[in-house]
């Protein structure tokens, strides 16, 4: 006696009954009108107004001191030359947190040739920052100051940046994964 497979068909059967219905569902009507609105959730805490804001100068002059050396003889050596610039936002909390960017525009404001200090030339010449509250200092081989071409034209101002940071940056010891706790603190994940 030959036996008979029921199951191919049935399979079948449902296949084409599932594809008529989802056929059949169309969107034929109107969106309906939208559901009353769910209670307000409390207000979060104030953010930082400060946070992620950039703090900058504008092209500043910037005049040069001798740092000298006075010898045993009477005589003075010049040793270098520096430069104190006022910055009165920059804090303590934001020379911990905050990049400190300080640039040069070697040219003038209508042909700026700009540098990032510090600055290290092929030729010898380097000018130095140093970030304190406060007050950035700037150490220079040459007297690279604020001058004034032939015409009166400005040259060699200074600007600085100081970009404060907003989110603290993980450790970068090795974290133990097969210590749970050790993984859920380093990730921040809450039980």
């Known amino acids: 006696m030959k036996r008979r497979n029921l199951i191919s068909p049935l399979v079948l059967l449902s296949g084409l009954l599932f594809v008529m219905f989802m056929i059949s569902c169309g ?5 309906g009108p939208a559901g009353p609105a769910g209670p307000a959730g409390p207000a979060g805490p104030a953010g930082d107004t400060t946070a992620g804001t950039v703090i900058y100068s504008g092209w500043l002059d910037v005049s040069y001191k001798p740092d000298t050396l006075h010898n045993s003889d009477g005589s003075i050596d010049t040793v270098g030359f520096y430069a104190i610039i006022d910055v009165p936002k920059l804090t303590q ?3 911990s947190t905050a990049d400190v960017k300080v640039y040069i525009n070697t040219k003038y404001a209508s042909d700026p ?3 990032p200090l510090p600055y290290n030339a092929s030729s010898g010449l380097y000018i130095n920052v140093t970030a304190y509250t406060q007050k950035i200092q700037l150490y220079s081989n040459a007297n690279v100051g604020t001058a004034l071409a032939n015409d009166g034209t400005k040259y060699q101002q200074y600007r600085y940046m100081i970009i404060p940071g907003n989110t603290a940056a993980r450790s970068a010891a090795p974290v133990n994964w097969s210590d749970y706790t ?3 603190a380093y990730l921040g994940l809450k039980d």
Not at 27 to 31: I, L, N, P, V, Y
Request: zero cysteines; proline letters at 0%; charged letters at 30%.
């Open 182 to 184: 050790k993984v859920k």
């Open 93 to 95: 909390a934001l020379l």
């Open 113 to 115: 040739v700009i540098y």
């Open 27 to 31: 969107k034929d009507g109107a969106t």
